[in-house]
């Protein structure tokens, strides 16, 4: 391609905007300065080397893929020969030197780069000046291109102009979104602040009006008191007056007869005082102690008649305390005959509980005399793997037959480590469809933590796809689909070989019983639907959300989604959440703490103790349903009596409830159970044993209140 002639051109120098790459703008002399100090060594140098880049008029046609190291032969740029081999340079072979164009290009670009102080705030800005440069010589020596090169260039100025211009646009935009956002965080500072004194300030005054009341009890209670005193003592003085009135009326009487008998004493001894008739005197006197003879008299015979006589006051009183003595005489008497009962059947219950003294002692004396010693669990300590602390830690809550499981599960751990193969066990019918393979595979020896992983993403994969496939041959293909076909088996050996012998683990032993056709998908899959309703029920009872609720709150959440459960199982449940006998109903409990999960997907107390229920549950409502029947284990059973004491043991069943039932429990399609009433006079029969395994392997459990328990 034919350049354009060697000129010496001075370049443009381009517009810059003085931003840093965060939008602060710069001082503008400082700027100025640079870029009119840039501008002048670009000058200084363009005139020097627009002569020296373009020779003869050509630029060479040198490729990219060449080597840059070779050497250029001393020619004149002037010179014919010069030119004409550079007329012939598409003819030259593939081990063309670099243009020294192209060479003194490369070393300009660099040296201005060097020299470019790039610790500034605009640095990210100078250091497009030299690339400007760099294409204002392509523009200058290129004069048929120039137009479209100069429109390119300008495009892009364009652009990074207008880019500057709407993040100058965006920095008060930015600064005010800060300013917001830290206002708004003060303003709920603010308001959580004054809601904690607003609860703190409530707390208080409860407790105020919780001592005001007893304050107020209290003195209830004494004035009670000082009542009671203030009516007896009433009674008794109501009882002195009464005294005091019936003596009064006694000495008034006498005080009467006294004067009487003065006045006849007076009169007696001078008679012509009052100037009467001594006969008529004598005579009223002979009538007078006429009268008093016979009023003497009759005094006499009352106090004869009447001298045992009490008062009807105290006959009354003395005839109500008689009621009230007969009352507890009666009471006492009763009590007396209750305790006397009582006392003949403890004196029952302590012999009968000396004769089972008697023969415990001696099976006691048998058992030790026949039985071995307890085992001494300490000497496992230096045998596990990790010392006595990591012993402690799994002996802990354990009983010996647990402590025989974590033993053995230990020792079964290491001896699989040692393994690095395992045998095939062949194609027969026994073998489960992804183990079904001949020959050695090898042992991938993963961790427990990687097993359980494993297993966690599986039903992650297979609760979502909701695959119609049977579980044993979708966990293949998700080993293949995880490791590849090469390795799937090997996978699904080393799998299998951790889920059988790590038992103790929530995880691996469901996943195990899944596998091995001991228990449906439909139990793994309602637990947890439980588990997030629970969750759930619980973050709705949060109402200030801050992840805590009372135990009261606990207590009605559980008997909301378990309506059915006995009140000492939801003690139980409370009792494994933190809940204790000597707490109270307000104390607060972090309900997110009892989902969580370990490393090695072990629960929670609180989740143990509702997977434990739950299978209790399942045992008890199957006991029923046998103890229903009345039949022995290695009875035939009817699917007509089946049904029949499903619906008494558990009213509450649906239509499609009990038909999955009856379906599991004689291995029926659900479209070939029989209605009731349309069963043949045979029936379906199914042993009862074997129609108890299937139920059990289902998810079954209460759908409403027992006969005897109403409803909820």
């Not at 917001?180 to 602040?193: Q, S, T």
């Not at 309506?563 to 003690?571: A, H, L, S």
Request: with cysteine.
């Amino acid at each position: 391609m034919a350049s354009p002639k060697p000129r010496c051109s001075s370049f443009a120098t381009t517009s810059r905007t003085h931003t840093q790459p965060s939008g602060v703008t710069v001082d503008d002399s400082y700027l100025t300065e640079t870029k009119s100090s840039q501008n002048r060594k670009f000058s200084q140098r363009q005139k020097t080397l627009s002569c020296q880049f373009s020779i003869g008029g050509h630029l060479s046609p040198w490729p990219t893929y060449t080597s840059g190291q070779t050497i250029l032969h001393n020619r004149k740029p002037c010179s014919y020969d010069y030119r004409k081999r550079a007329g012939s340079w598409q003819q030259q072979p593939l081990g063309t030197t670099k243009p020294r164009y192209l060479e003194q290009l490369e070393n300009y670009l660099r040296k201005e780069l060097l020299l470019l102080d790039l610790s500034t705030d605009s640095a990210q800005e100078l250091r497009l000046q030299p690339y400007r440069e760099i294409f204002e010589f392509f523009i200058e020596d290129f004069k048929t291109y120039k137009p479209l090169l100069s429109s390119i260039k300008n495009a892009y100025e364009v652009m990074l102009a207008h880019q500057r211009e709407k993040i100058r646009a965006l920095e008060p935009l930015k600064a005010k979104l800060v300013t917001v956002n830290e206002d708004c965080n003060e303003k709920i500072l603010a308001m959580r602040a004054e809601e904690r004194y607003e609860i703190s300030m409530l707390k208080k005054e409860k407790m105020n009006l919780l001592k005001l009341i007893d304050k107020k009890n209290e003195e209830k209670i004494s004035l009670q008191s000082e009542v009671s005193k203030l009516r007896k003592n009433l009674a008794e003085e109501y009882l002195h007056y009464l005294s005091e009135r019936d003596a009064r009326k006694i000495l008034i009487a006498d005080l009467n007869e006294l004067r009487y008998q003065r006045e006849d004493m007076s009169l007696a001894q001078s008679p012509g005082i009052w100037g009467e008739d001594p006969v008529k005197l004598t005579l009223a006197l002979k009538m007078t102690r006429q009268d008093l003879t016979r009023t003497q008299m009759e005094l006499n015979t009352m106090k004869a008649n009447f001298g045992d006589v009490v008062p009807r006051r105290d006959f009354e009183m003395q005839e109500k305390t008689n009621k009230d003595l007969q009352e507890q005489l009666d009471s006492l008497r009763g009590d007396y005959e209750e305790v006397c009962k009582e006392h003949e059947i403890l004196l029952q219950l302590h012999m009968t509980t000396l004769k089972e003294r008697d023969q415990f002692y001696s099976e006691l004396q048998e058992i030790q005399r026949t039985s071995t010693p307890r085992p001494d669990w300490t000497k496992c300590e230096d045998v596990v793997a990790g010392g006595p602390d990591r012993w402690q830690m799994l002996a802990e809550g354990k009983n010996s037959d647990q402590l025989v499981d974590v033993l053995l599960e230990e020792i079964g751990e290491g001896l699989l480590r040692e393994k690095d193969f395992f045998p095939g066990l062949g194609y027969g019918e026994a073998i489960p469809s992804f183990l079904r393979f001949d020959g050695i595979v090898e042992n991938k020896k993963p961790t427990k933590k990687d097993v359980v992983n494993l297993l966690k993403d599986a039903w992650k994969e297979r609760l979502v796809e909701e695959q119609k496939e049977k579980f044993p041959d979708f966990f293949f293909n998700f080993l293949e689909n995880r490791f590849g076909p090469g390795d799937a088996m090997a996978w699904a050996y080393t799998i299998f070989e951790n889920i059988k012998l790590f038992r103790s683990n929530e995880v691996m032993s469901q996943f195990y019983a899944l596998l091995m056709g001991k228990r449906s998908e439909s139990v793994y899959i309602k637990q947890k639907e439980t588990v997030v309703q629970l969750l759930k029920e619980m973050t709705n009872a949060d109402s200030q959300n801050e992840g805590l609720i009372t135990m009261e709150n606990l207590s009605t959440v559980l008997k909301s989604t378990f309506p059915f459960k006995r009140e000492e199982r939801i003690q139980q449940l409370m009792e494994a959440g933190g809940w204790h006998s000597n707490s109270s109903n307000a104390d607060l409990l972090n309900y997110h703490s009892l989902f969580i999960e370990d490393e090695e997907g072990q629960s929670m107390p609180f989740v143990q103790k509702l997977w434990e229920q739950y299978m209790d549950e399942k045992d008890e409502y199957l006991q029923e349903l046998k103890q229903e029947l009345g039949l022995e284990l290695h009875d035939k059973v009817t699917l007509p009596k089946v049904r029949e004491a499903l619906m008494n043991i558990d009213p509450g069943l649906d239509k499609q409830t009990l038909n999955s039932y009856l379906s599991q429990a004689f291995q029926l399609p659900m479209t070939e159970v029989p209605e009731e009433g349309e069963e043949k006079e045979e029936g379906i029969v199914e042993q009862l044993q074997i129609a108890l395994e299937q139920l059990q392997m289902i998810d079954l459990r209460r759908m409403g209140p027992r006969e005897q328990e109403p409803a909820s």
